[in-house]
């Protein structure tokens, strides 16, 4: 369970988030919706454990992400996927070796284990035979689902998405919501994903939790979006001003 | 506003706020490259060591300088060899002119230079490699498996220069003397003989020790400055960039004077 209690940051004396609380159930996937530049990424990073708040906290199985440091952090982040709204992949690595670096870093799997579940996760996003390439030689879908690969490869409990789609043609775009709804309704992890997938980003997910001036307006299953009573929240809904 | 903007307080203490500022600026800094420091030698003695990361990036760092090295040594060697000829001359003791060239290459400037020119080559490159790593998000994606950047990227580039820099220290020194041999001997015409003679009269292991121990810490500096001022760049190619000069810039000046204070406790 994944729970954020009364989280504000700022930046620069900017602020960005005014008291932000959520709560996301085990197994649950919530998709985190909003304008840009709003903060959205800055709620997931301190999911993360990648910012600290400046007051309020984000517990996370019960353990409080700010309080955790060293290898008590890296153990938790051990049980976390984390797909980067650029991908992340590292440009020395082949696709391959991007996949295989977490089993080889974080497990006792020999290379022929690690070959057979790197193959197996290429082959679930569609990237079979694309193991050799390097991240600079592939396009921008091949990167998001590799950086879906690397993340799943894992099997994480926690699995974060910043703007997976973003850059992305709609075609592709598709492509890759399926393949997170997919690996979700499989792997049952528990999930917050950033989009602006909207309203095709609700076909996938439980709940919609809405940021709008540093706060959540809305947060609830995606049919209540039209009824809620917030006009700011109907109007990023339905992209009328 | 934020209560440290010079424009919220009266004119005079505007001064006072500007001055206070930056120095909290700059102890804020200093700190935290000083915790830096820390973990990258807390990771560095605490086990796994990635090995062949090390070994890589000993390449990088150590073989890759070899020629730029080599050749700065052996003109350093060439020139000191001409100035010391025509200063010793002048006392009838251009017998000396081999351990003085000797002397101040593996005691000063066999270090000194070697490490201004891996600074310059590959302290600036690691500082790039991290930068970019870190405004792509890869270090982020690195702490999100659970591993730390310190381990994998950090400590490999500390352990190479610290192997690599006291090697190109004893090249740049071996170089240098061969070309004060090549202008004493062949163009200045002081007898070879007496020129590796006198070196080996005068040159002691002290002496050689304590070269080794200054390139040691020198191709400290440099990664420790180099890899700092990567991991915490800017933004974009212009913060790349500045970290970039920075780190050069920094690594250089702290050499010279870490050099400093070396040489008046050692020698």
Same mark, same amino acid.
Request: aromatic share 8%.
């Given at each position: 369970?994944i729970?954020?209690?009364?989280?504000?940051?700022?930046?620069?004396?900017?602020?960005?988030?005014?008291?932000?609380?959520?709560?996301?159930?085990?197994?649950?996937?919530?998709?985190?919706?909003?304008?840009?530049?709003?903060?959205?990424?800055?709620?997931?990073?301190?999911?993360?454990?990648?910012?600290?708040?400046?007051?309020?906290?984000?517990?996370?199985?019960?353990?409080?992400?700010?309080?955790?440091?060293?290898?008590?952090?890296?153990?938790l982040?051990?049980?976390?996927?984390?797909?980067?709204?650029?991908?992340?992949?590292?440009?020395s690595?082949?696709?391959?070796?991007?996949?295989?670096?977490?089993?080889?870093?974080?497990?006792?799997?020999?290379?022929?284990?690690?070959?057979?579940?790197?193959?197996?996760?290429?082959?679930?996003?569609?990237?079979?035979?694309?193991?050799?390439?390097?991240?600079?030689?592939?396009?921008?879908?091949?990167?998001?689902?590799?950086?879906?690969?690397?993340?799943?490869?894992?099997?994480?409990?926690?699995?974060?998405?910043?703007?997976?789609t973003?850059?992305l043609?709609?075609?592709?775009?598709?492509?890759?919501?399926?393949?997170?709804?997919?690996?979700h309704?499989?792997?049952?992890?528990?999930?917050?994903?950033?989009?602006?997938?909207?309203?095709?980003?609700?076909?996938?997910?439980?709940?919609?939790?809405?940021?709008?001036?540093?706060?959540i307006?809305?947060?609830?299953?995606?049919?209540?979006?039209?009824?809620?009573?917030?006009?700011?929240?109907?109007?990023?809904?339905?992209?009328?001003? | 506003?934020?209560?440290?903007?010079?424009?919220?307080?009266?004119?005079?203490?505007?001064?006072?706020?500007?001055?206070?500022?930056?120095?909290?600026?700059?102890?804020?800094?200093?700190?935290?490259?000083?915790?830096?420091?820390?973990?990258?030698?807390?990771?560095t003695?605490?086990?796994?060591?990635?090995?062949?990361?090390?070994?890589?990036?000993?390449?990088?760092?150590?073989?890759?300088?070899?020629?730029?090295?080599?050749?700065?040594?052996?003109?350093?060697?060439?020139?000191?060899?001409?100035? %010391?000829?025509? /200063?010793?001359?002048?006392?009838?003791? =251009?017998?000396?002119? *081999?351990?003085?060239? #000797?002397? &101040?290459?593996?005691?000063?400037?066999?270090?000194?230079?070697?490490?201004?020119?891996?600074?310059?080559?590959?302290?600036?490159?690691?500082?790039?490699?991290?930068?970019?790593?870190?405004?792509?998000?890869?270090?982020?994606?690195?702490?999100?498996?659970?591993?730390?950047?310190f381990?994998?990227?950090?400590?490999?580039?500390?352990?190479?220069?610290?192997?690599?820099?006291?090697?190109?220290?004893?090249?740049?020194?071996?170089?240098?003397?061969?070309?004060?041999?090549?202008?004493?001997?062949?163009?200045?015409?002081?007898?070879?003989?007496?020129?590796? %003679?006198?070196? /080996?009269?005068?040159?002691?292991?002290? =002496?050689?020790?304590? *070269?080794?121990?200054? #390139?040691? &810490?020198?191709?400290g500096?440099?990664?420790?400055?180099?890899?700092?001022?990567?991991?915490?760049?800017?933004?974009?190619?212009?913060?790349?960039?500045?970290?970039?000069?920075?780190?050069?810039?920094?690594?250089?000046?702290?050499?010279?004077?870490?050099?400093?204070?070396?040489?008046?406790?050692?020698?």
């Amino acid at each position: 369970m994944i729970h954020i209690e009364n989280v504000t940051k700022a930046f620069d004396g900017v602020p960005v988030l005014q008291g932000v609380s959520l709560r996301v159930a085990a197994g649950e996937f919530v998709a985190l919706i909003g304008r840009s530049g709003y903060g959205k990424s800055v709620v997931l990073r301190h999911v993360a454990g990648l910012l600290r708040p400046d007051t309020g906290r984000v517990m996370v199985d019960g353990q409080e992400m700010s309080a955790l440091r060293g290898s008590a952090l890296r153990r938790l982040r051990a049980r976390f996927g984390f797909v980067f709204q650029g991908g992340a992949l590292f440009d020395s690595l082949s696709v391959f070796d991007n996949v295989a670096f977490p089993l080889r870093e974080k497990t006792k799997c020999t290379e022929g284990e690690i070959a057979k579940q790197v193959e197996g996760a290429l082959e679930r996003v569609g990237l079979a035979g694309a193991g050799e390439k390097l991240p600079g030689q592939i396009s921008g879908g091949m990167v998001k689902r590799t950086a879906l690969a690397r993340a799943l490869v894992m099997e994480p409990e926690f699995l974060f998405f910043d703007e997976p789609t973003t850059g992305l043609d709609p075609l592709t775009a598709q492509g890759v919501l399926d393949l997170i709804d997919e690996c979700h309704r499989n792997l049952g992890f528990t999930g917050i994903i950033i989009s602006h997938q909207i309203p095709r980003i609700f076909d996938i997910v439980d709940k919609v939790a809405v940021l709008q001036d540093g706060l959540i307006r809305y947060f609830g299953p995606p049919a209540g979006l039209e009824d809620a009573a917030d006009e700011a929240v109907r109007q990023l809904v339905t992209g009328r001003a | 506003m934020q209560a440290d903007s010079p424009s919220c307080c009266p004119t005079l203490a505007r001064p006072f706020v500007l001055v206070g500022g930056a120095a909290l600026r700059v102890l804020a800094r200093t700190g935290r490259m000083g915790v830096f420091f820390g973990r990258m030698v807390g990771f560095t003695l605490t086990p796994p060591v990635k090995l062949r990361r090390v070994v890589s990036r000993i390449h990088f760092i150590g073989f890759q300088s070899i020629l730029v090295v080599l050749l700065t040594g052996m003109f350093t060697g060439m020139v000191l060899c001409l100035q %010391g000829y025509h /200063a010793l001359s002048r006392f009838g003791s =251009d017998a000396f002119l *081999g351990p003085l060239v #000797a002397m &101040s290459l593996i005691r000063e400037l066999g270090p000194v230079i070697a490490a201004l020119m891996v600074a310059g080559r590959a302290g600036s490159a690691i500082t790039a490699e991290i930068g970019i790593m870190r405004n792509g998000q890869q270090l982020d994606a690195m702490e999100m498996m659970g591993l730390s950047p310190f381990r994998y990227v950090v400590v490999p580039n500390f352990l190479a220069a610290m192997v690599s820099m006291p090697i190109l220290a004893c090249l740049f020194d071996v170089v240098g003397i061969w070309g004060g041999y090549l202008v004493g001997v062949h163009l200045l015409g002081v007898s070879g003989g007496t020129y590796m %003679g006198e070196i /080996a009269v005068y040159l002691e292991m002290t =002496d050689i020790m304590g *070269g080794i121990y200054k #390139a040691l &810490s020198f191709g400290g500096i440099i990664a420790w400055v180099c890899c700092y001022k990567g991991y915490y760049t800017d933004f974009g190619a212009e913060g790349v960039s500045r970290a970039t000069t920075q780190a050069v810039v920094t690594s250089s000046v702290l050499i010279l004077v870490w050099d400093y204070l070396l040489t008046s406790v050692m020698f």
